[in-house]
């Protein structure tokens, strides 16, 4: 059984490097940020097959995570950091003249952790279903992992890559969406209505998990469930549900904090709700 | 002048076949793509050798160009095929961002480049393409002038580590480069030593400057012609030592005046050593139906505008 207490702590942390990065430099996306932080501290410290401390590109034998929704490179930056990619301390460059912590990821800083540049959104699942096809090509039976936008899905290119998986029987990919609700200019409702994502998987040949993406067993649970899920001929997506700005009292149910950083006094308000556990950088 | 001579016309889309279908057997790493267009691209033969290399897109170019730049972690090296228009504008950003800002190591393969197409019309007929691609940072633009270069470019783009533009043809023209030549990527190719003037030539309007050198030297002008295969990284020091002896440019290309090969060395002359130029292209305007030939005509790209473009360049001098 997992040490979901020790997720917590870490998960906390993580939130806590998310307001200060945003903060420090008043830019950046902490609302999606706060709201991964439990699923991307469980993938990485409970699920990934990795070796953080050797970071190689091709990945040959270790499982592979990919970040589509780029925006959230904060979230993605601290865990990365602090699962030993790179240094804790770096973080405090983030979105620095020079820094290799750019505003979205990016391979072209040499980032251990990054294997693509993401931002332009759309484009994580295509990429990742080309590393799956490596691997199968590789003989590598490690598995690829992806996080998209609820909002992210109103790409085309989404569609396309979700009807190439299912035509190409490609089965060693699990893909997650964060599915909070919200985008910049409001609910994805408003904005541009998915309807029913779970039909629209499906009918695109895909196996559905459908997850809670605030309760560490269950996200443990459910992403078994879809390992459980590969090697069968067919993609595997989770359908995670999550609160955008989750952590942080005044930046829950609210789109307003997709992108807008915190001021002073608010992050100290931010602070305040999430205790330093493992140490700040 | 040196004599250029062929025995057969071929398109240079077969080139990149047959380059292919031979990195097929040698290349294991190699893999290929195609958006719906294997028989135009002639991958045929590559496809039918290796289906388990061979990933059939749909017509999804998108999904296509970010594929291909997944699968180079894991070391495959991925020539994605597909009609030049779709290649490249309708991809521009996935090229941006998964390929040329990650510098992946993706081969983006694009043939019916150009007015060459034809019948199709102006949705087909790309005249920016080169514009597109040579405006990003990591990318290689390359575009061969017939058959056997463009075989020898793409048996050679396989074993460059890095994102490259390709981009070929579908008209059959004069096959006359050396077969198994040795490709250089940023090398140009001089066909042919002058004194009066530089003829920079790429892709299909190769065959036309030398025919245009043939019609000068007739005149008594000595013609200097060099084969621009490729686009970026430019072959600078040939340009320039071109120029400083002949004192007067003329570019050819089968592509927009914008962005295209003459304003590269244009550029690259302003900046260094200014001199007259002329500049034979299309200038701002789509392309339009009709035989391939007609078109090259009504859109002033032959031999015999590069000859009144020499002729007026050197009176510019």
Redo the contacts between chains.
């Keep these: 059984m997992a040490n979901t207490e020790n997720l917590h702590k870490i998960a906390t942390q993580v939130r806590r490097d998310i307001v200060r990065m945003v903060h420090q430099n008043a830019s950046g996306h902490p609302g999606g940020s706060l709201g991964c932080a439990d699923f991307l501290t469980t993938l990485y410290f409970e699920i990934l097959n990795h070796d953080s401390s050797n970071f190689d590109m091709d990945a040959k034998n270790q499982d592979v995570f990919f970040l589509s929704n780029g925006h959230i490179s904060p979230v993605w930056y601290s865990v990365l950091a602090r699962s030993g990619y790179f240094p804790v301390k770096e973080l405090s460059t983030f979105r620095n003249l020079d820094s290799r912590l750019q505003g979205h990821p990016t391979t072209a800083e040499g980032l251990e952790g990054i294997r693509i540049a993401s931002g332009s959104l759309g484009q994580g699942l295509s990429v990742a279903l080309g590393t799956a096809l490596a691997k199968k090509l590789n003989n590598d039976h490690s598995l690829v992992y992806t996080l998209h936008g609820d909002g992210e899905l109103q790409e085309g290119q989404v569609w396309e890559a979700a009807m190439f998986a299912s035509a190409r029987k490609i089965d060693n990919i699990i893909a997650t969406v964060d599915f909070n609700g919200m985008q910049i200019d409001g609910t994805t409702d408003d904005v541009m209505s998915l309807g029913n994502l779970k039909a629209k998987w499906e009918a695109f040949g895909w196996l559905v998990v459908e997850m809670d993406g605030h309760n560490f067993d269950e996200i443990i649970k459910k992403i078994k469930l879809a390992q459980s899920y590969t090697g069968k001929g067919k993609p595997v997506v989770i359908l995670m549900k999550t609160e955008m700005g989750a952590g942080v009292d005044y930046m829950m149910g609210t789109h307003k904090w997709h992108g807008n950083a915190p001021n002073d006094e608010q992050l100290a308000i931010a602070l305040n709700q999430l205790e330093e556990t493992i140490g700040d950088y | 002048m040196k004599e250029y001579t062929y025995t057969e016309t071929k398109d240079t889309r077969s080139g990149f076949g047959a380059g292919l279908h031979q990195l097929g057997k040698t290349n294991k790493n190699v893999?290929a793509m195609c958006a719906d267009l294997i028989g135009s691209l002639k991958m045929d033969n590559f496809v039918k050798e290796n289906p388990?290399?061979f990933?059939q897109?749909?017509i999804?170019e998108?999904?296509?160009?970010?594929?291909?730049?997944?699968?180079?972690?894991?070391?495959?090296i991925?020539f994605i095929g597909t009609f030049a228009a779709f290649a490249t504008g309708r991809v521009y950003?996935?090229i941006?961002?998964?390929v040329a800002?990650?510098?992946?190591n993706v081969k983006i393969c694009a043939s019916h480049a150009g007015l060459t197409l034809g019948e199709d019309g102006a949705t087909h007929q790309i005249l920016e393409d080169i514009g597109l691609m040579k405006m990003l940072p990591n990318m290689v633009v390359i575009n061969p002038c017939d058959y056997n270069q463009t075989k020898a470019a793409t048996l050679e783009i396989a074993d460059y580590v890095g994102p490259v533009y390709l981009r070929f043809g579908r008209p059959k023209v004069p096959n006359f480069t050396p077969e198994n030549q040795e490709f250089k990527i940023g090398e140009a190719v001089m066909l042919n030593k002058g004194t009066d003037v530089s003829i920079f030539a790429t892709g299909h309007l190769v065959w036309e400057a030398i025919k245009a050198g043939e019609t000068l030297e007739a005149k008594g002008i000595s013609a200097e012609i060099i084969n621009i295969h490729t686009i970026k990284p430019l072959d600078k020091k040939a340009i320039l030592d071109s120029v400083a002896k002949t004192g007067a440019v003329v570019t050819a290309e089968e592509h927009m005046l914008n962005g295209g090969l003459g304003d590269s060395i244009a550029q690259l002359l302003a900046l260094n050593n200014p001199k007259p130029i002329e500049m034979i292209g299309v200038d701002d305007e789509f392309g339009e139906s009709g035989h391939p030939e007609k078109l090259m005509i009504k859109y002033g790209l032959t031999a015999n505008n590069i000859v009144a473009a020499a002729e007026k360049v050197i009176s510019r001098k």
Excluded: H
């Design positions: 893999v388990e290399r990933f897109a749909g999804a998108a999904n296509m160009t970010s594929v291909a730049a997944g699968l180079t972690i894991g070391g495959k991925p950003d996935q941006r961002q998964s800002y990650s510098n992946k």
